[in-house]
């Protein structure tokens, strides 16, 4: 099989050009429909599979117990910083896909407060399959490995990666996050009722 080569073609030619692959189709076998439909399928398939990856709708959902006397600027610190951890699976949701601004759905609450100890449920659900999932591993190595294990997972984002948000404890509550610069990321409650915070990025140390 010859490789097609740099002539300019006649204007008969137009469809193989817009055509792109699909001209090998027409030179492996000129009369041959199979042929075509199977190099076809090869070329669509990888980008269908990718899209359904990045668009599969999926929840994370997560508990966990603070000493009753924190305070309110320590739960403060923590939504900080949990939107922080966000901001982080954002940026990477954004370097494998041509994403850069959708909508997700987060509860915060404390749904108990026992034995000298408040718990905290969080749950993410979104559209967009490496957002909740790089998140989830975040928010494990934060929680289940050592403190050496996160700064080293961690230290490829910004260090003053600025992030202005909005939120709202309460269920399944509607955000929309932006990036509107390298190293700059708006989330918006679409709650009427919520507070809005502006910072970067600090490190906190759970009671």
């Known amino acids: 099989m010859s490789e097609p080569n740099d002539t300019t073609p006649s204007s008969g030619d137009t469809n193989q050009i817009n055509m792109g692959a699909g001209v090998h189709a027409q030179q492996v076998a000129a009369g041959s429909h199979i042929t075509q439909v199977y190099i076809a399928q090869q070329i669509v398939a990888p980008f269908r599979e990718a899209n359904q990856q990045i668009s599969k709708i999926m929840g994370f959902a997560r508990e966990f117990e603070l000493p009753n006397h924190t305070?309110?600027?320590?739960?403060k610190a923590i939504t900080r910083q949990l939107h922080s951890l966000l901001g982080y699976a954002f940026l990477d949701t954004c370097e494998v896909s041509p994403?850069?601004?959708?909508v997700y759905l987060l509860s915060l609450n404390r749904i108990s407060e026992k034995d000298g100890s408040i718990t905290l449920?969080?749950?993410?659900?979104c559209h967009i399959t490496p957002f909740v999932?790089?998140?989830?591993?975040?928010?494990?190595?934060?929680?289940?490995?050592?403190?050496?294990?996160?700064?080293v997972r961690t230290s490829k984002y910004p260090s003053d990666l600025n992030i202005k948000f909005s939120y709202v404890w309460a269920t399944n509550v509607p955000y929309r996050i932006t990036r509107i610069g390298?190293?700059?990321?708006?989330v918006d409650?679409?709650?009427?009722?919520?507070?809005?915070?502006?910072f970067p990025y600090k490190p906190v140390t759970y009671l």
């Open 133 to 151: 999932t790089v998140f989830d591993e975040i928010l494990s190595t934060l929680f289940d490995k050592s403190d050496q294990e996160f700064l």
């Open 99 to 102: 994403l850069q601004d959708f």
């Open 71 to 75: 305070s309110e600027e320590s739960l």
């Open 189 to 198: 409650c679409l709650d009427s009722n919520h507070f809005t915070v502006k």
């Open 121 to 125: 449920q969080l749950e993410l659900v």
């Open 182 to 186: 390298p190293k700059s990321i708006r």
